[in-house]
C-alpha cells in the first residue's frame, strides 16, 4: 500500500491542477489579500486572520482534487488494474484517502511558511502546533466529498463538480471574504457549512480563543454525511468497473 | 494437479442478452489456449468471470482450485484487460515497480523490462508511448508478479502487424517459463499459429474445443475433389465422407478424415485428377459460428 501512496504522490506532484488550485493560488492570493491592504483591521492580525483562511482555502484544493483523480482513475481503467493486483479493494480506498491527507500538507505548509517568513506573523509554537494539527486533520470530511464525487461521477463531471464545490465551499465558508461582511442570511447559511467550521477551529487557535463546541459537532456531522456518501459512491462505481 | 482454470455450466446475463450461457471448459497448466469467437460470443465475460471481476448468476468458476478473485489476491494469476491501466504522469520504470511490488515474488525489474521490449523505454511518460509500446506495458503488468497464469483479452486488437509480432516474442518468452496462457482474440490465424489448442465460443457456450487441426477435421471442411465417369453416389458413403457435392463430372468430398478417404479412393482406383484441400481455421470458425447449430449442420 506504501507503494501505490507514494504512485499516487508522486503523479500529484506532476499534476499541474494539483500545483496550481492546490499551493500557488492560496499563497499568491495570501499575498495579494495581505499586501494591497484587502484586508480590514489591523495589519498583524489580518495577516493572521487570512493566512488561517488562505491555508484552509489551498487544503479544500489539493483534497478536492485527489478525489477528481479518481474519476479520471476509473476512466482509464486504472481501478480495474488494481483490483487484478494482489491489492484488495479496501488497501485502495485506503491509500487513495492516505494520498488525499498527506496530499494537502504542502499546501498548508506553503500558506503558514509564506506567513511566517514574509508575512511575520508571530503565534506561540503551542499555537503553530495546534491550527496545523486542526488545518490537517480537518480536511478529512473535504478528501471524502471529492472522493464520493470522484466514484460517483465521470471524468470531466467529476472534475467540474469538485472545482465548483471547493470554490464554491470557499467563498460561501468566509475563506476569501471574512463572514462578517456577509448580509445575515448569507451569514446563517455559512455558519452551517463544513468549510466555515473548518477554518473557524484555526481562527480560534491563531487568536488564542478556545474552539466551539459547536463547530466542532458541525464538521463531525458533514465527516458523517460525506464519509457515507463516498461509500455509496464506492458501491457504486464497484458495480460497474 | 489441479487446473489452472475451470469453468463448470456458468451463466451470465446482463439485461435480456444471455452472454454466458452455460459455458464449462478446463484449461491445464503449461498450456496456450486461444478462446475464439466472434464479437458478442461472451469471450470477454467469461474472462471477467474467471478474474473474478464478476460473479457468475450460476456455475461455478475456479483458479488453481480456488475463488478467482483469492487467486487474484494471492498472485497467481495475471491479466490484461482488452483495455485500460494506462495512467497519466508515470514513467514505465516507476509504473511497472509499483505493479511488482504488490506481488510476493516478482519477476526482476530488469528482467521484466527485457521480457516486455522496454528496457530502452524505462524512463518515457507511459501516457506519451505509441500503441504498441503502450500494449506492451499493458502485458508487462500482467506478467510484473511471474504469474502462474496470465489472462488476455484480445491483445493485439488495434495493433499493426509489426506490434502484433512484438507482443507475441514477448508473449512467447513468458511462456517458455512453463506458465499457462489463456488469450482470446477474433483473429484466426493468431489462435492457429499461438495456441496448442483453440477453444471456439460462441453464443456463450463452447462450439468447439481442440487443436487447430482437430477443429477443421471436425467441422469436416477439407475436400477431396475428383473427376468421376458415371455414377457417383458410392462416393458418399466413403470412410469419412459426410457431405458431396457433384458438378458435372467432378465430386468434391467433404471430408472429416481424408486420409482415409484417399486411401479409399486409391483402393477403388479413383484417383483421376485428385485434389485435396485443407480448410483453414477460418473456414472452420464460419461454419462453427453460423447462426445454424452446428449440431445440426453435423448430424
Known amino acids: 500500500m506504501w507503494g501505490y501512496i507514494r504512485l499516487e504522490l ?25 499586501n494591497l491592504g484587502l484586508a480590514q483591521g ?5 495577516a493572521i486572520f487570512t493566512m488561517v483562511s488562505m491555508a484552509a482555502y489551498g487544503a479544500l484544493g489539493s483534497a478536492f482534487n485527489n478525489g477528481s483523480g479518481i474519476a479520471e482513475d476509473r476512466a482509464a481503467g486504472w481501478l ?45 509554537p503551542g ?46 465558508g468566509g475563506l ?54 463516498a461509500m455509496y459512491g464506492y458501491r457504486r462505481a464497484g458495480k460497474t468497473a | 494437479m489441479e487446473n489452472a482454470v475451470s469453468l463448470a455450466n456458468v451463466t451470465k446475463t446482463f439485461g435480456a442478452t444471455r452472454a454466458v450461457d452455460g459455458l464449462t471448459l478446463t484449461i491445464p497448466r503449461g498450456r496456450t489456449v486461444a478462446l475464439l469467437g466472434p464479437n458478442g460470443a ?31 489476491r494471492h498472485g497467481r494469476v495475471g491479466a490484461m484487460p482488452q483495455e485500460g491501466g494506462i495512467i497519466t504522469r508515470v514513467t514505465v520504470r ?15 525489474l530488469d528482467r521484466l523490462l527485457a521480457l516486455a521490449q522496454l528496457t530502452g523505454l524505462r524512463d518515457r511518460r507511459v501516457d506519451r508511448l505509441s500503441g504498441g509500446q503502450a500494449q506492451r506495458v499493458r502485458f508487462a503488468m500482467a506478467i510484473a508478479g511471474d504469474p502462474e497464469l496470465i489472462v488476455l483479452d484480445e491483445p493485439t486488437a488495434a495493433l499493426d502487424v509489426e506490434a502484433r509480432r512484438e507482443l507475441w516474442a514477448s508473449m512467447r518468452g513468458f511462456a517458455e517459463r512453463g506458465r499457462t496462457i489463456l488469450f482470446s482474440t477474433h483473429y484466426l490465424e493468431e489462435a492457429d499459429e499461438q495456441a496448442d489448442r483453440v477453444i471456439v465460443i460462441n453464443r456463450g457456450r463452447v462450439a468447439a474445443d481442440g487443436t487447430s487441426a482437430e477443429i477443421k477435421r471436425e467441422v469436416a471442411l477439407t475436400t477431396v475433389s475428383v473427376t468421376v465417369g458415371g455414377e457417383a ?47 483453414d481455421l477460418e473456414d472452420a470458425f464460419v461454419a462453427l459460428t453460423a447462426t445454424r447449430p452446428l449440431a445440426k449442420e453435423n448430424a
Do not use: C
Not at chain 1, 179 to 204: C, D, K, M, Q
Not at chain 2, 94 to 108: A, I, K
Not at chain 2, 257 to 274: F, K, Q, Y
Open chain 2, 233 to 279: 453416389a458410392w462416393l458418399g458413403r466413403l470412410p469419412g465422407v459426410t457431405r458431396m457435392e457433384v458438378a458435372g463430372d467432378r465430386a468434391r468430398l467433404h471430408s472429416s478424415d481424408p486420409d482415409a478417404t484417399v486411401m479409399a479412393l486409391a483402393r477403388a482406383g479413383a484417383v483421376r485428377d485428385i485434389e485435396v484441400t485443407p480448410a
Open chain 1, 80 to 124: 480495474r488494474q488494481l483490483r487484478l493486483t494482489p491489492m484488495t479493494p479496501a488497501q485502495v480506498v485506503a491509500g487513495k484517502v492516505a494520498t488525499g491527507v498527506l496530499g494537502v500538507v504542502p499546501s498548508i505548509a506553503a500558506v503558514l511558511l509564506t506567513g511566517a517568513l514574509v508575512n511575520h506573523v508571530t503565534l506561540t
Open chain 1, 10 to 34: 508522486i503523479r500529484s506532484v506532476r499534476d499541474g491542477g494539483y500545483i496550481v488550485f492546490g499551493v500557488v493560488m492560496p499563497v499568491v492570493m495570501y499575498l495579494l489579500f495581505t
Open chain 2, 42 to 72: 461472451g469471450k470477454s465475460t467469461a474472462i471477467g468471470m474467471l478474474l473474478g471481476l464478476f460473479p457468475p448468476d450460476s456455475g461455478t468458476v475456479s483458479l488453481f482450485g480456488r475463488d478467482p478473485e483469492q487467486a487474484v
Open chain 2, 94 to 108: 516507476e509504473l511497472l515497480s509499483f505493479v511488482s511490488r504488490t506481488y510476493r515474488e516478482p519477476l526482476p
Open chain 1, 176 to 229: 476569501w471574504i471574512p463572514v462578517t461582511g456577509f448580509p445575515g442570511w448569507l451569514r446563517a447559511i455559512s455558519e452551517w457549512t463544513p468549510s466555515n467550521s473548518y477554518a473557524a477551529l484555526s481562527w480560534h487557535a491563531a487568536f488564542g480563543e478556545a474552539p466551539a463546541l459547536r463547530e466542532i459537532a458541525i464538521l463531525a456531522g458533514w465527516l458523517v454525511v460525506f464519509g457515507l456518501y
Open chain 1, 42 to 46: 489591523d495589519k498583524h492580525d489580518a
Open chain 1, 127 to 172: 499555537q503553530w502546533l495546534e491550527i496545523i494539527v486542526l488545518l490537517w486533520v480537518g480536511t478529512v470530511p473535504f478528501s471524502l466529498l471529492g472522493l464520493g464525487n470522484g466514484y460517483r461521477l465521470t471524468g470531466q463531471t467529476a472534475a467540474m463538480a469538485n472545482l465548483a464545490t471547493m470554490l464554491g465551499l470557499s467563498i460561501l
